[in-house]
């Protein structure tokens, strides 16, 4: 049934769809041949150009943003570095300080110390002295009084010197015996 | 009494609208007859090179994607001047025509090559699409309806493969996509089976052009012949009375979904052309 519809004329005596024409076929090619030239010289090149610079331009953007981001990765590095450099020295600096101030403070009270028994040495060496001075300075007086009792007993005036080394033995005697 | 009214004939309405004439047709207004030129006559060649419907529309849909094109051009260059990205119509078409560059032509065919098969690819789509939608529009036609439309512009394709690879592989390495070395054999039998595969490989040559034209000519037609058949039914039953207006309503929804699919028909079957005729070309270009 379908077959006569396959061999159908079109309207005005022409084939219909199913017989093509060589007409129809040379003149597709003359239509279309100027049409690409046209289009290749007039629409193209302008649309490509543009979308090409456009994609030049972001491709340029991104480069640069990319640059810029790797120069700010790095400038914070650089940052940071330099901000855990100060905090360190800052720590040195602190922890200096303190060892210094606790240096200071131990000599300072090593030297109190130091002092406090250099004074205390002082004093007791002095009341040692003074106390010694006190003890010759009775012995004497008592030699003394001790020679002018028995001179004043014996009537007659001894020798002193040789009376003071017998009467200091004595008493020498008389403290180690005790 | 008046006359017994002549039965509708679907077939003969049907080709009426997509077969080619001498006239364009513009019911209920009237036609315009076209110039009949004498036929040339080139041995037993009969060459009628007289402007029909199909070409007439031919033209229109050069002019008019031309045109379209030109203006989105025109677009897109005034932006770049003020440096900005075009929008609004300049910047659809821009998109469009750069899908067409990148995604079908170089895709296909390369970063080298591409390019220079570019504007051809993409005159291909653009030309295409247009004499599809043509089709689509009132008293339109589609000439990519016609046998001979999509076998030119399928000749055109395969000229463009062939000589193209012929052109990149140089003569020695073009007959070898014809008399192909068979990777392993030696001797006689390598020559045996390289001519046994020569049949095979140009018919794959002349196939691919076929298929072209046919795909194209037979899903734009098809699309026709669908439509026009469902408004035949209308015409079919106008007798019926009150019920004639729930068959012409219910056909005319089925058209209209119809039409909405041939509009995607359009665009697919002008990308399915263009990207087969890329596809085409790159596999010639990277023959070894």
Redesign the interface.
């Known amino acids: 049934m379908m077959l006569p519809l396959l061999y159908a004329t079109g309207e005005g005596g022409l084939p219909a769809p199913f017989s093509p024409t060589i007409g129809l076929f040379i003149w597709t090619f003359v239509v279309f041949l100027p049409f690409l030239w046209l289009l290749s010289k007039f629409v193209f090149p302008v649309i490509v150009k543009a979308t090409a610079d456009r994609e030049a331009a972001i491709a340029k953007q991104l480069a640069d943003a990319d640059k810029t981001r790797a120069d700010a990765a790095g400038y914070l590095a650089e940052q940071r570095e330099l901000l855990a450099a100060a905090r360190g020295e800052a720590q040195g600096i602190v922890a200096e300080a303190r060892q210094a101030g606790d240096r200071e403070r131990i000599a300072a009270i090593e030297r109190t110390r130091t002092e406090q028994d250099e004074l205390l040495a002082r004093a007791k060496r002095e009341i040692q002295g003074e106390r010694e001075r006190a003890i010759s300075e009775i012995r004497r007086e008592a030699v003394d009084l001790a020679i002018a009792a028995a001179g004043k007993v014996v009537g007659q005036r001894l020798d002193p010197a040789a009376d003071r080394k017998l009467v200091e033995e004595y008493i020498t005697t008389l403290r180690t015996g005790a | 009494m008046s006359a017994p009214q002549e039965p509708f004939d679907i077939?003969e309405m049907v080709?009426?609208h997509?077969?080619?004439?001498?006239?364009l047709d513009f019911a209920p207004f009237g036609t315009i007859q076209l110039p009949q030129w004498q036929p040339i006559h080139l041995g037993s060649?009969?060459?009628?090179?007289?402007?029909?419907r199909?070409?007439v529309f031919?033209?229109l849909a050069?002019v008019l994607?031309?045109t379209l094109?030109?203006i989105?051009?025109n677009g897109?260059?005034k932006?770049?001047r003020e440096g900005r990205?075009?929008g609004g119509y300049a910047g659809m078409?821009?998109a469009f025509?750069?899908f067409v560059?990148n995604e079908i032509a170089i895709a296909n065919i390369g970063k080298e090559m591409g390019p220079r098969y570019?504007?051809?690819i993409?005159?291909f789509f653009?030309?295409i699409l247009m004499m599809n939608l043509l089709g689509l529009m009132p008293w339109g036609a589609s000439?990519t309806?016609?046998?001979?439309?999509t076998?030119?512009?399928a000749v055109?394709s395969f000229l463009v493969i062939e000589i193209g690879g012929m052109v990149k592989l140089g003569f020695k390495g073009y007959m070898g996509t014809i008399f192909p070395h068979i990777e392993g054999l030696h001797g006689p039998g390598a020559v045996v089976m390289t001519m046994a595969m020569a049949p095979i490989e140009i018919l794959s040559k002349l196939v691919k052009p076929i298929a072209l034209a046919i795909r194209l000519?037979g899903n734009m037609?098809a699309g026709h012949f669908v439509i026009l058949s469902l408004f035949g039914i209308v015409f079919l039953f106008g007798s019926l009375g009150m019920w004639s207006y729930g068959i012409g309503a219910v056909t005319a929804s089925v058209v209209l979904g119809v039409m909405f699919l041939e509009l995607i028909v359009a665009f697919l079957q002008a990308y399915v052309f263009a990207l087969l005729s890329a596809v085409f070309i790159g596999l010639m270009q990277h023959e070894h």
Do not use: K, W
């Open positions: 077939a080709f009426h997509t077969g080619d004439a001498h006239q060649l009969v060459i009628d090179l007289s402007p029909t199909h070409v031919l033209m050069a994607a031309y094109l030109q989105a051009a897109i260059a932006a770049r990205a075009p078409m821009e025509v750069v560059r570019a504007p051809l993409m005159a653009f030309f000439p309806g016609n046998l001979a439309v076998a030119a512009l055109m000519f037609l």
